[in-house]
């Protein structure tokens, strides 16, 4: 699988109709039994939840954090209208975290806004707003934040795991290996990598601008992964990546 070569300077890629993707996953939820929640002010800000029983294991997702990366949202449509989740897991679900940057194809929000690097500061009003909602959920025994990468030459994966925990980052990339590229560099987003894996360093007070994924670690789970998929390679193939690693952490 050949690299598109459309990403110079910034994703140049293909763009999704938000509302209308929101929608659809909307409809499959409902469909599956799933519960919405609204949060914060704007409509398409919404989280899904799917509860099991009692001491089941809870599980976080999230994506469209970044409106230059269709590929998470289209990933959580194609799961949800599977409907093939697991009995025994307790399941929340936030489908798009960032609705005002779609139409505009940007990382920011329309505010100009990179919300994921906002959850610490919390200026925007979406990220206070999924703080909030966070805050009223317990803890979570895995997160999984879906991302995309327009500079990455194949898939890749961020592991935090402070404990030591049985690592799910090598199964995840190994399901994805037959849909997508892994990307090989040894530094990758400017930390090191081995075999498309990084687990970086978790020291709160090197990280001025934390990530919602470093907010989850801190204050819900001891256990996330950020999945990456590579934006210069065909669409297709990024959803695919992302419903593969997603099923391998939570399909267990």
């Known amino acids: 699988m050949q690299r598109l070569q459309r990403n110079q300077g910034a994703y140049r890629g293909e ?43 809870k599980l976080y997702l999230s994506t469209g954090i970044h409106g230059d990366e269709p590929a998470g949202p289209l990933a959580v449509l194609e799961l949800l209208r599977e409907n093939a989740w697991p009995d025994n897991a307790d399941l929340w679900l936030c489908p798009c975290l960032n609705p005002t940057g779609f139409p505009l194809n940007t990382r920011e929000s329309a505010e100009g806004v990179d919300l994921n690097r906002d959850y610490l500061s919390r ?58 590229p892994i990307d090989p560099s040894e530094l990758i987003d400017g930390r090191e990598a081995q075999a498309g894996i990084i687990r970086p360093n978790l020291d709160p007070t090197t990280r001025p601008e934390w ?23 065909p669409l297709a193939a990024r959803v695919a990546a992302l419903v593969q690693a997603t099923k391998a952490g939570v399909f267990l």
């Open 15 to 57: 763009t999704i109709d938000i509302a209308a993707t929101l929608a659809d996953i909307k409809a499959a939820a409902t469909v599956a039994g799933w519960h919405q929640d609204k949060f914060g002010d704007d409509p398409e800000l919404f989280a899904l939840h799917r509860k099991a029983h009692e001491n089941a294991p």
């Open 123 to 180: 200026r925007a009003a979406e990220v206070r707003a999924h703080i909030a909602w966070l805050e009223q959920q317990p803890r979570f025994d895995l997160c999984l934040c879906l991302h995309e990468d327009w500079e990455a030459h194949g898939f890749y994966v961020y592991e935090l795991n402070p404990d030591h925990q049985p690592s799910l980052a090598e199964r995840m990339v190994e399901a994805v290996r037959p849909v997508c």
């Open 211 to 233: 990530p919602e994924a470093f907010y989850l670690y801190q204050q819900k789970c001891r256990l996330g992964y950020t999945l990456e998929a590579p934006s210069d390679f």
